[in-house]
């Protein structure tokens, strides 16, 4: 019944999104761009930020606020003052806004990420491509080994997390992927670019991991600031206090969305996380740019020296707020719930229609 209840929020919250998606497309945007536009949308920045206030579970409410509470919000931002993927000259069709606006997605072809470059001596590390079936397998029995957890050291624990995140990530968004394609024919870029194999902070961050957050916070956060902060420490230096903000902003998002799904008062380890990658970033940049900008490590001692870096990072500050508050059993627990849900609803819906064959016989 719980799952039920909770299913008929999660529906009331897509039509709200669609609602206001509508006003925007039909309304705002006849408004012109600018401070006019931004203060129409300001009754939609606010309901997307109360809209996972309404959910009990932990995963809806972090999905959720996720695509819409940050990456909608911010979308509609930029759409605003008409900058980003929703604005566009001809206008986008009804539909591809609605898609577009509400899930986290780039097309391939307005994709400007180009490739770290690698010196000849350091080369690049091999391509270890898993494609998402294999995705979906791994993340099965990740999520069926958390059975067997109390056999692992808590680190261990943590470490698994890790990969089953990145792993519900990519399945989360290429399945958004799946859904553009079959409504509206566009090809999808991937949502990372096999993060292990990261050569570099700046490499896992900006390049691999989790690459429509990236996207967004280029547009909103990283190019408004390193424009401003030109003035200040010039073109070559600009980029630095830019970092730093995306990190921040990236923290505090993480943090509204620890809340949601954890509803206790935020203690701020996630932020301390992000900005913590921030410096290093910062400092890493700093380095090659001061020392020695066209010499790298071989891959297989940055490698896992960078994924080393992320997962005793993680570890300390980034999962042990879930942890402490139980969410991780629960999303897990919700995982299953909604499996054995989907299991019962078709074993349902295969006896009606036997029962329904069966009376026209």
């Not at 605003?80 to 606006?101: C, D, E, W, Y």
């Not at 990740?142 to 990969?163: I, S």
Request: glycine share 4%; net charge positive; hydrophobic share 50%.
């Amino acid at each position: 019944m719980e799952m039920n209840d909770e299913i008929k929020t999660i529906f009331k919250i897509g039509l709200s999104v669609l609602a206001s998606l509508s006003y925007t497309y039909f309304i705002s945007s006849k408004i012109p761009q600018g401070k006019l536009r931004f203060f129409s949308l300001l009754p939609i920045f606010y309901l997307f930020f109360i809209l996972p206030l309404s959910l009990s579970t932990a995963l809806p409410a972090g999905v959720i606020s996720l695509f819409v509470t940050w990456v909608g919000t911010f979308k509609l931002l930029l759409f605003s003052f008409g900058s980003g993927q929703l604005s566009s000259q001809p206008p986008k069709s009804f539909l591809h806004f609605i898609f577009i606006a509400c899930l986290p997605i780039k097309t391939q072809s307005s994709n400007q990420r180009s490739p770290e470059k690698s010196s000849p001596v350091s080369g690049k590390p091999p391509k270890v491509p898993l494609n998402f079936p294999t995705k979906v397998v791994l993340f099965s029995i990740l999520v069926a080994l958390t059975d067997y957890k109390h056999y692992l050291h808590p680190k261990l624990l943590l470490v698994q997390y890790g990969c089953m995140l990145y792993f519900f990530v990519d399945i989360i968004v290429g399945s958004c992927n799946v859904l553009m394609r079959a409504a509206l024919g566009i090809e999808l870029e991937s949502p990372s670019d096999e993060p292990y194999l990261s050569t570099s902070l700046q490499d896992f961050w900006g390049r691999r991991w989790n690459l429509m957050i990236t996207n967004i916070l280029r547009d909103t956060i990283y190019k408004p600031v390193r424009s401003a902060m030109v003035a200040f420490v010039g073109s070559e230096w600009a980029q630095l206090p830019a970092v730093l903000a995306v990190f921040l902003v990236s923290g505090l998002m993480h943090e509204l969305i620890y809340y949601y799904m954890t509803h206790v008062t935020p203690t701020w380890e996630v932020t301390l996380f992000f900005i913590l990658h921030g410096v290093c970033l910062v400092v890493e940049v700093g380095m090659k740019k001061v020392l020695a900008p066209n010499w790298r490590w071989h891959w297989a001692v940055s490698v896992p020296m960078t994924l080393g870096f992320v997962a005793v990072t993680a570890i300390w500050l980034f999962f042990p707020p879930l942890v402490r508050n139980g969410v991780d059993a629960k999303a897990i627990e919700e995982c299953k719930e909604l499996l054995e849900f989907i299991k019962e609803k078709l074993k349902l819906d295969c006896l009606v229609s036997w029962a329904s064959l069966s009376s026209g016989h």
